[in-house]
């Protein structure tokens, strides 16, 4: 008896590992669909259309994406992660395969509707599985096992922005989407068959607990169901604090490369390496985050990557005065991106329990979509003022104003 006790630890240990694997194969895959940039320029020059119609389909498919959110992660909780991201698995290739005809139908509207809705629901619906099932596994080390799951939403467009290229130079935009919605499903049904929930009254086993510098942040506290929370103040100070502080990373993401262009007068393909940096430090600072979260713990990692990224942000246009300090500075604003993605479900967690944590991070979650309104508003007022100082000023502000929020939540609800 205790040999088959001591085995069904053993398999549960590597079993929980496995699963890390599935939510990063299926974070990969949705950061496949998120890399949008390659895209932009061929549609533009070869296909005659405007920038913003280029970038439409895209923007819908970021909305899409986080509204689905709430319904995928009631789903997951419901019916458990596996059918739901291989029913997300299926939808990619029916969003991508529509969207490759679009030879037929050379309109901005059938590319929005094909993959902004179609393949943003196919992200909402994958992406809602891999965190609450990573904290389920992982209560021992809920910040490394998260960020290490959703590593593959950030690197992807290191690794794929170059093939995606390639692949448009053989291919053509539209056979490119096909060839994409292939691999990005296949890849997808494989994360998905390995991700699934813990066993009913799973634990860690307990050498894994003993060795935490910060035991707890792996406290679960009381399950709170959706409609509770969000009637509780810890909602809305989530929310807030994630639609402000990715208002700045979207900036980011907007404004770099045409900073690079414009201020220093760099080559387009050169100054493009502020935004690979910042990518980089993205993917790989998602782990290490989180690795630094179990042992400081979450909210004080979380507030310092965001004193950074705040710094960071009100004296850009005044310190990249070069490459390579231009360089620097999307790593650091790289890493606030990372901390965002990698630790805002462990909060969600730790305010709300694991139960519901699906449909509770897929509330929180929806910020992503109306944190867009920052870049949006940086965007304008770059055009509006022909300087970057206002929009990067503005970037800086709503980090600092989701830093504060963090400080708030933190001091009263989570010091005992």
Partial sequence: MNKNNEDSKRNSEYNRWIVLVGGFLLSLMGGMSYAWGSFVLPLVEEWGWTTAQANLPFTIMIIIFSITMIPAGWLQDKYGPKKIALTGSLIFFVGYSLAALMKYFPSPIWLTLTYGIGVGIACGLTYATIAPTARKWFSDKPGFAVSLAVMGFGLAAVIFAPLKKEMIKIWGVDGTLFVLGIIITLVALVGSRLIKNPPKGWSPPASSNSNSANIKDSEIIEDVPPREFVKTPKFYILWLALASVIGG????????????????????????????????????????????????????????????????????????????????????LGLGYATTFALFPVVVAKVSGTKHLGMNYGLVFSAFGMGAITSLIGSWLLDATGSFDSAFLLAGFATVFGLLLLYILYKKFLVR
């Fill in 249 to 332: 990373g979207l900036t980011a993401i907007g404004l770099l490369t045409a900073y690079g262009e414009m201020e220093l007068q760099l080559a387009p393909a050169f100054a493009a390496l502020s935004i690979s940096f910042y990518s980089l430090a993205n993917g790989l600072g998602r782990p290490i985050v989180g690795w630094l979260a179990d042992r400081w713990g979450t909210i004080r990692v979380m507030m310092g990557a965001y004193v950074i990224q705040g710094i960071i942000f009100l004296i850009l246009p005044w310190v990249a005065t070069s490459p390579l300090l231009l360089f620097s500075c999307s790593l650091l």
